[in-house]
């Protein structure tokens, strides 16, 4: 039962360097979301899919990019990491919009 | 801005006692969710109240919901070590996509 999965769960980069988070489901779920948690600020929506091929902005989508080319995956991609985007990056998915979400276990990544 | 709002930001009990916590948003919903999140883990679902009901109960929890008031509270009863965690409140603005508030953490003493 691997649900969602996240690679990697660490990563350090450098200001200015690019990189690709790669979430997995197998659960054959239509939706599927990248959010990021930093403290205080809770859960912030980057952006989200609403079924394969198709992508749109959440509420922070600045500095990243996605792509949905097969139904079981979503990449969330920095092109020229900052500093400001280093944050736990949680992956989730659901087979409604406004139903449970299941989430992975995170991907940290720091920024220097 | 952040839909849900919960309160307290922190709480922290004995093991056995009862634990709530409350969740505020501002715009009508479809449903509201409670999730909790254990230290660096990811977040997982715990209970789904829709817009029409009024109170919902799984095992040891226990959520209500207020459409007038815009609130939520969820109830941990005779908790334990175990259930010490962070508890997120999500809405469902109509069609739109989930919305987490910031979260309350909770500390349960053996």
């Known amino acids: 039962n691997a649900g969602v999965t996240q690679t990697p769960k660490f990563r350090v980069l450098k200001t200015g360097q690019s990189m690709t988070l790669l979430c997995a489901q197998d659960m054959n779920h239509e939706y599927m979301y990248w959010y990021r948690q930093d403290p205080g600020m809770g859960l912030r929506l980057i952006h989200y899919s609403v079924g394969e091929g198709t992508t749109a902005k959440g509420e922070v989508p600045d500095g990243y990019n996605v792509s949905r080319l097969k139904k079981q995956n979503f990449l969330l991609g920095l092109e020229s990491a900052a500093p400001s985007q280093t944050s736990v990056y949680f992956c989730a998915s659901s087979d409604d919009m406004t139903g449970e979400l299941f989430f992975g276990e995170g991907s940290r990544l720091t920024v220097l | 801005s952040q839909q849900g709002e919960e309160d307290p930001q922190a709480l922290s009990i004995q093991e056995g006692e009862n634990a709530t916590m409350n969740c505020s948003y501002k715009t009508s919903i479809n449903n509201l969710q409670w999730y909790r999140q254990n230290s660096g883990r990811g977040l997982v679902h715990l209970i789904l109240i829709r817009s029409n009901e009024r109170e919902k109960h799984s095992g040891r929890l226990r959520v209500t919901l207020d459409t007038s008031k815009k609130s939520s509270s969820l109830l941990i009863t005779a908790s334990r070590a175990a259930d010490t965690a962070s508890y997120f409140c999500?809405?469902?603005?109509?069609?739109?996509?989930?919305?987490f508030g910031q979260g309350t953490t909770l500390q349960v003493k053996p």
């Open positions: 999500a809405t469902a603005p109509g069609a739109g996509k989930l919305i």
